[in-house]
Structure formats: C-alpha cells, structure tokens
C-alpha cells in the first residue's frame, strides 16, 4: 500500500529524518510515537505529500507521489489521502456538512452528490442532527468526528492523523480511537497516526518508534520489542 525508502529530511544544518525505510499494509492501523523533536510529524508530512524529503522516495498504491508535478500532486493528495489533525481545522463560518462536503467539490464531485456522501457519514458517525450546527455549536468530540467525515468524504486510501485525540477528555478519546477500527471493518481504510496518546498506540496493530529522526523498533500485539534498528529501517 505505502512503500517508503530512505527518506532524509533535513532543516538548515538540522537533520530531521535520516532514512527511513517502512512499508504499510492496505488496512492496516499503524501508530508513530517518540519524543518532541523525533521527526514524527515531518514523517506523516511527507507521506501525505504536503511536504518533500530531500532524499528517498515515497509510493502510495503504486504511485511515486515524491515524482508527480504540483498539480497533479494535488490532485493526487485530494482524492487519495484524508487528514485529520489534533484541532480539527473545519471552518467556522461553514455548518457541520458544509465542511464536510469541501475536499468532495474540490475534486469536482457535483454538489447534490457531495452532500448526500457528506450525510451518509453524519449518519454513520451519529450526528445527522448536527450537520446544519456550525463548529462553535458543537462539542470537542463532535468536532473532531466531523473532521473525521471531512477526511473520508473522497473515499481516500489513507487517513492520515496527527495527534488526532490531544486536544479530546478520556471519554471522547476512546470513542474516536474506536472510530478508526470501525471505519477499517466498514470500509478498509489505512490509518498512519502520529500520537502521543499510549492508549492508543497500545491498540493499533503496529507502533513505529522514532528517535533522533530513525526508527529505532516496531511494536505489534503480544510482541516483545524487536530491538534497536540503528540504519531507521523495519
């Protein structure tokens, strides 16, 4: 699904990531995690094609992303990748399925059509009475589902999540964390998420450690630690 390979990143004299090398499985829920400063977020960055390494490449069912021309790329990005981010981004001045139907008529989808996907997701989500409250009218945890909707409205490949439940109370924690394995069984999404949250790195299927920009070990239900990678691959 996702192939990775020798991703080096660096800002000025700062070498942020030093090769990575991982690969992804469709369907799979993977977590990243290591301290402030690991590369973490630069990671999911240049996975989700908003950013370029400087070296490496990186391929999403097939494609090169790392090698197609900005329109193209964006293109590439809409349709193919969802993003959801720690305080939601949705609109203010747009209602719940408004923000929603955004990434759907970017990509062309007529309005008609974008609204009825945006509501079957309200649907599934729970909140088909809120899809005409705005976001100061909703709640942390409703807010974060809708930019979870917003994320899915393109069917994308791969949802991408930087520290999706930080801002969120214990509560509303484990009910997004539980969104992400029922959105995997309904529709086979691939979840790539940057979290500090140990709860819920412990339930996804793979944690991915990063430290001083490698990865160090990888971590999967009722596995020890692998051990120290020192070349950042798995």
Same mark, same amino acid.
């Given at each position: 699904?996702?192939?990775?390979?020798?991703?080096?990143?660096?800002?000025?004299?700062?070498?942020?990531?030093?090769?990575?090398?991982?690969?992804?499985?469709?369907?799979?829920?993977?977590?990243?995690?290591?301290?402030?400063?690991?590369?973490?977020?630069?990671?999911?960055?240049?996975?989700?094609?908003?950013?370029?390494? *400087?070296?490496?490449?990186?391929?999403? @069912?097939?494609?090169?992303? +790392?090698?197609?021309?900005? !329109? #193209?790329?964006?293109?590439?990005?809409?349709?193919?990748?969802?993003?959801?981010?720690?305080?939601?981004?949705?609109?203010?001045?747009?209602?719940?399925?408004?923000?929603?139907?955004?990434?759907?008529?970017?990509?062309?989808?007529?309005?008609?059509?974008?609204?009825?996907?945006?509501?079957?997701?309200?649907?599934?989500?729970?909140?088909?009475?809120?899809?005409?409250?705005?976001?100061?009218?909703?709640?942390?945890?409703?807010?974060?589902?809708?930019?979870?909707?917003?994320?899915?409205?393109? *069917?994308?490949?791969?949802?991408?999540? @930087?520290?999706?439940?930080? +801002?969120?109370?214990?509560? !509303? #924690?484990?009910?997004?964390?539980?969104?992400?394995?029922?959105?995997?069984?309904?529709?086979?999404?691939?979840?790539?998420?940057?979290?500090?949250?140990?709860?819920?790195?412990?339930?996804?299927?793979?944690?991915?450690?990063?430290?001083?920009?490698?990865?160090?070990?990888?971590?999967?239900?009722?596995?020890?630690?692998?051990?120290?990678?020192?070349?950042?691959?798995?």
């Amino acid at each position: 699904m996702i192939d990775i390979k020798g991703i080096t990143k660096s800002f000025g004299s700062l070498q942020v990531l030093k090769g990575i090398d991982l690969h992804i499985d469709k369907g799979e829920i993977l977590s990243i995690v290591g301290p402030s400063g690991a590369g973490k977020t630069t990671l999911l960055q240049i996975i989700g094609t908003l950013d370029k390494p *400087d070296g490496g490449q990186v391929c999403i @069912d097939g494609v090169e992303v +790392s090698r197609l021309k900005s !329109n #193209k790329l964006s293109d590439f990005r809409n349709r193919h990748i969802g993003f959801v981010f720690q305080f939601h981004q949705l609109l203010p001045e747009f209602t719940a399925i408004e923000n929603i139907m955004i990434p759907a008529l970017i990509a062309g989808t007529s309005k008609s059509e974008a609204r009825e996907k945006a509501m079957q997701l309200l649907q599934f989500m729970g909140l088909e009475e809120r899809a005409q409250h705005k976001p100061a009218q909703l709640s942390g945890g409703e807010k974060q589902r809708i930019a979870v909707a917003r994320a899915l409205v393109n *069917d994308p490949d791969v949802i991408l999540a @930087d520290e999706p439940s930080g +801002s969120l109370d214990s509560k !509303n #924690k484990q009910e997004l964390h539980q969104l992400f394995f029922d959105l995997r069984e309904k529709m086979g999404q691939t979840f790539v998420i940057v979290t500090h949250d140990e709860q819920l790195a412990a339930i996804t299927d793979r944690t991915i450690h990063l430290k001083d920009g490698m990865i160090i070990h990888t971590e999967t239900p009722n596995q020890e630690d692998n051990g120290e990678d020192t070349t950042g691959s798995i």
